[in-house]
């Protein structure tokens, strides 16, 4: 028989190691929409909407091209409901020789696929994953002799390996003479800045029907259908790619940590669904933005810093979520042991930094970055909510989320309940963090610049509640040790005060009811 090459939802390029190289003749390629990927999580409807009209453009796009694709659909009458069970009905259909598969995003997969060998009559090849800039082994390798492990020193090692954004006689120089603009990505934002918007895709036919079933199967998830206009073919990615580039890229730097309420795309590439769906490349969204410097119309803070999202951020999670886990999962080092509050998924709150940043969480399945980590990270952290409800609203509601994604980003850079391997400190902030670089707080029922009182922004108390809850932890921590001689200069009353305020706070909150994130 043929070798059979099943491809899963977020590897849809016509450049996978099990497509390349094989001819059309001879090959089967297989596709499933499955009842257990739809629902391991109770994923936001766009995620699932956006997933299943991106595979189903990628067949149709293969078909066109000759090959020959045996697409398994949601409604399909025998759907086996899982991976695992579509596979062996495809054995049985086709009796392939071989089965080729490129290895899976997410390690709850990866496990399954393990299984393969055995379960199957045929030879089975997982082949790695190449649309990394790192391998695995590669990462690995980086990774065995170090002590720590830190972004930024992998991230340089990247910029030798790959020579983006370097230069000199060898290569060896950064381009502008620094590796890192991290200082100039940080301005607030300006009434004048006035970010355009990014061009949003009408649904067709395809992607229509798509809404349609996820209303009908999926009518109870998370999350409005009614904005969507994520890319969802290659063409379109390229076209919102353009748009980036175009538009966005120059103040992308400059902007990258401002948030305005009521925008949410702000100056971000809006890209990730894209990338991570295998729509676009990274390699060559780094090297687009390399150009964009070279021709002038981005200035070095933006192109470093986008440059450093994808080649330095990007792999280095993917690299530290398969060394981590499967422990990383139930990681707890700061012994969170809170619920979720019920405004995660109402956006019932008069935080107005959260309720903004839960609106376009819900609206468009999306947040920017420092929304995710200053906003909605920083308190899960600040009210000790324990990392698994955290972790499972991020794999829920939004359209990007894998969990080899999510999962360091949560777990360890939002959380700290790693215990400090991917972060050399918590990324724990008061209100003034917020107020610094948002427009928010102005209009809050809360004030930034109180502390303890009824009206005082809990950001503010729970900050202090935080840190002296995790004294022994941080106290000798370099980087964020000093807090504590301020703590310690107030006076005895002050700092109860903080610390009533807070617990107070926290008693108000209403845990999550059962069912949003996981079926009961
Ligand atoms: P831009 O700001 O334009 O950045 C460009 C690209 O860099 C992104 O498209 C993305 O591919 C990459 N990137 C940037 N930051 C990170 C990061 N920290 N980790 C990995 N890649 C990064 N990103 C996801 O793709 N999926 C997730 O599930 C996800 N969960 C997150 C959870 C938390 C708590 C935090 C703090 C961050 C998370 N991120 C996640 C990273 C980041 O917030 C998103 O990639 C980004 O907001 C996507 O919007 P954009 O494409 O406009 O990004
Ligand atoms: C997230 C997701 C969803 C909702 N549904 C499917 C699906 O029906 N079929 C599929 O192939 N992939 C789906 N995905 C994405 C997979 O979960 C993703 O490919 C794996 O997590 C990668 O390990
Ligand atoms: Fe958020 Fe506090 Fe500002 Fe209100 S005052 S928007 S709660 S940081």
């Known amino acids: 028989g043929p070798i059979l090459v099943p491809i899963l939802g977020d590897q849809l390029t016509r450049n996978l190691a099990s497509i390349r190289g094989r001819t059309k003749d001879d090959t089967v390629i297989l596709m499933m929409e499955v009842w257990d990927e739809a629902t391991y999580v109770k994923h936001h409807k766009q ?204 103040k992308f730097g400059k902007y990258q940590d401002a948030m305005v309420h009521g925008e949410d795309d702000m100056f971000h590439s809006m890209l990730s669904t894209s990338i991570n769906l295998g729509l676009l490349d990274p390699r060559e969204l780094c090297e687009r933005a390399q150009k964009s410097y070279e021709d002038d119309k981005a200035p070095i803070n933006s192109v470093e810093g986008f440059i450093r999202q994808i080649l330095g951020w990007r792999e280095y999670i993917r690299g530290f979520y398969w060394r981590f886990m499967p422990d990383l999962e139930s990681n707890n080092a700061l012994n969170a042991q809170r619920g979720l509050p019920d405004f995660y998924w109402t956006g019932d709150t008069d935080m107005r930094c959260i309720a903004d940043s839960i609106r376009s969480t819900r609206e468009n399945a999306h947040a920017h970055h420092i929304q995710r980590l200053m906003v909605l990270g920083n308190f899960c952290l600040l009210a000790g909510i324990n990392p698994r409800e955290v972790q499972d609203w991020y794999l829920v509601v939004y359209a990007d989320a894998y969990q080899w994604v999510e999962l360091p980003n949560v777990a360890a850079m939002i959380l700290y309940a790693d215990g400090g391997k991917l972060a050399s400190k918590p990324y724990s902030a008061s209100g003034n963090y917020i107020n610094k670089m948002s427009n928010y707080c102005g209009d809050c029922k809360y004030s930034v610049s109180k502390k303890v009182e009824e009206d005082a922004c809990p950001f503010n108390s729970l900050y202090w509640y935080f840190m002296d809850r995790h004294r022994d932890r941080f106290e000798s921590n370099g980087r964020i040790g000093r807090v504590y001689s301020t703590w310690d200069r107030m006076d005895k009353d002050k700092r109860q005060a903080y610390l009533d305020r807070a617990e107070s706070f926290l008693d108000t909150l209403e845990p999550a009811k059962k069912g949003y994130a996981r079926a009961e």
């Open 47 to 250: 995620k699932i909407a956006l997933i299943f009209s991106a595979m189903r453009h990628f067949a149709a796009e293969l078909e066109d091209a000759g090959w020959q694709v045996d697409y398994v659909k949601l409604t399909d009458e025998d759907n086996a409901g899982s991976f695992t069970g579509e596979v062996a009905r495809a054995v049985e259909r086709h009796d392939p020789r071989a089965i080729h598969v490129v290895e899976a995003g997410e390690w709850r997969v990866q496990q399954a696929i393990e299984e393969w060998p055995d379960k199957f009559d045929c030879e089975v090849e997982i082949l790695p994953d190449d649309r990394y800039m790192c391998s695995l082994a590669d990462f690995n390798e980086w990774a065995e002799d170090r002590k720590t492990l830190r972004m930024e020193t992998f991230y340089r090692e990247m910029r030798k390996r790959t020579g983006i954004l370097m230069t000199g006689k060898d290569g060896e120089k950064p381009v502008g003479g620094e590796w890192n603009y991290d200082e100039q990505n940080r301005a607030s934002p300006k009434d004048e800045m006035d970010p355009p918007q990014r061009p949003l895709f009408e649904p067709d036919d395809i992607t229509q029907e798509c809404i349609d079933l996820v209303e009908d199967k999926f009518g109870d998830h998370f999350g409005s259908l009614e904005n969507f206009g994520w890319p969802v073919t290659r063409d379109e990615a390229e076209k919102a790619a353009d748009a980036f580039f175009a538009e966005r890229i120059e």
